[in-house]
């Protein structure tokens, strides 16, 4: 009999809908996290109890992307005309600069409105430390793209570099493939299979490792929950409004917008990125969200690989849109919270400092604040130790974890808009599963 009801439970587990039980894990996680966080003193061994599961799902996201981009990236590039390569690059491009660009100025403008930090009058007393690192330079970024060693570049898990080389190796295999030494040209037929074949099978480890994700999910949600809940309700409350309300605005104005000018519809458009949205809220890693984000736009989205495997790397690498709202509503917060409001040509540096450090983000948690940093250094604020400008900077870097979420899921979905909108102008996607 109990055996029985074991099995049923594991059978329900495994045949009910995997995004019901990952929103269950969202949840439930949420609302033991709160409840914690009224008990401060069970919060540390809560934590250490149970910080296992949580990074059992993150390492186990972290383990697939390096392949996944990889295998899929060499098949996909090995697959599509290089002019055809070529165009989705430039209009990929295009989009995920312009979003990104709007989003700050949302992300301004919501702060306008909302204006969060007013009457703080912060002076300096909290120093900032371990956050130092300074940004990379324009010319760095992009000298950084072509790697010295692939071997390497995959190793430390460096994205662009990656990209870059799997597009190269991918035209390669095209041009062995057709080349007229028919020994040669079957080879290279076998090598495109097989790096198909790892792909697929890359595909399958994903599907298996969501299935862990409610798990996972509700373990790092009741984490966050339980650490920081509290203290965005007190002062921070306002910041965290602004950039949660920037979000919404995005999604539907910018998203929406652009998906209903393409007469793609927004609705299906959430219920096929759901599981990508969700990982990246609970993940706050973009990177670590791509295996999903991937699977996501091809299963659900009728995204073909040979674009997907190209344009979501690139995205999840570069298009930070949730960052770039996340950068104009803490530097205008800074502003008000140090009693000196930014000036319109203040807003105006923000808009392209803020567009240029999303870009350079890493798609890491925490990696925002960082950029942060850069935007606020290009208005004179400086963070400096024991400045009122730090103090600010430490508030906000007090509640990242939270601001993190939302930004991280608007990163990704930026994404899967972007590249579903390319698939259609370029009449490669699977309409079937947008009715
Ligand atoms: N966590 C974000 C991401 O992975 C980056 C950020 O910190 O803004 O997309």
Redesign the pocket.
């Known amino acids: 009999m109990a055996e029985q009801k074991k099995k049923g439970a594991l059978d329900w587990y495994f045949k009910s809908n995997l995004l019901t039980r990952i929103l269950i894990g969202l949840v439930l996680g949420a609302i033991v996290g709160i409840i914690l966080g009224f008990f401060p003193s069970s919060v540390k061994p809560y934590i250490d109890n149970t910080k296992f599961f949580g990074d059992l799902f993150i390492r186990l996201l972290k383990m697939i992307i390096m392949p996944v981009i990889l295998f899929s990236l060499i098949a996909g590039a090995a697959s599509i005309a290089p002019s055809k390569l070529g165009r989705v690059g430039v209009k990929i491009m295009v989009y995920y600069l312009l979003t990104s660009a709007f989003a700050v100025i949302v992300g301004l403008i919501s702060a306008n409105i909302f204006k969060p930090g007013i009457g703080f009058n912060i002076v300096g007393e909290a120093s900032v430390k371990g956050l130092q690192a300074a940004p990379p330079t324009i010319i760095q970024i992009l000298l950084n793209i072509v790697p010295t060693n692939p071997f390497e570049s995959l190793m430390k898990g460096d994205v662009l570099p990656i990209i870059f080389f799997g597009v190269v190796f991918g035209i390669g295999i095209s041009y062995i493939k057709d080349s007229k030494q028919q020994s040669l040209a079957k080879s290279g037929e076998t090598l495109l299979e097989v790096v198909n074949a790892a792909a697929e099978t890359m595909y399958k480890v994903v599907g298996g490792i969501m299935q862990y994700a409610p798990i996972g999910v509700f373990f790092l949600i009741s984490h966050v929950f339980a650490q920081q809940g509290a203290k965005a309700i007190g002062p921070l409350l306002m910041v965290t409004l602004s950039e949660y309300i920037g979000l919404a605005v995005h999604v539907v104005l910018v998203y929406g917008g652009l998906l209903t000018l393409y007469k793609l519809s927004f609705r299906k458009f959430l219920k096929g990125a759901n599981e990508a949205m969700v990982t990246a809220f609970v993940t706050?890693?973009?990177?670590g969200t791509l295996p999903v984000t991937m699977r996501c736009g091809e299963e659900n989205l009728g995204i073909p690989r040979s674009i997907s495997s190209f344009t979501l790397p690139l995205g999840a690498t570069i298009n930070?849109d949730g960052?770039a709202i996340?950068l104009g509503v803490c530097a205008m917060f800074i502003g008000y919270a140090t009693n000196q409001p930014l000036s319109f040509n203040q807003m105006l540096t923000v808009v392209i400092t803020g567009t240029l450090a999303s870009i350079g983000?890493a798609?890491?948690?925490?990696?925002?604040?960082i950029m942060l940093l850069m935007v606020l250094e290009s208005i004179g604020l400086k963070v400096e130790t024991g400045s009122a400008v730090a103090a600010a900077y430490a508030m906000i870097l007090g509640i990242d974890a939270l601001l993190?979420m939302g930004?991280?899921c608007l990163?990704v979905t930026g994404d899967l808009v972007g590249t579903s909108i390319i698939c259609k102008t370029e009449k490669e996607l699977d309409l079937s599963k947008w009715k």
Do not use: E, I, K, Q
């Open positions: 706050r890693s973009s990177s930070m960052t996340y983000t798609g890491v948690p925490g990696a925002g604040a993190d930004r991280t990163n």
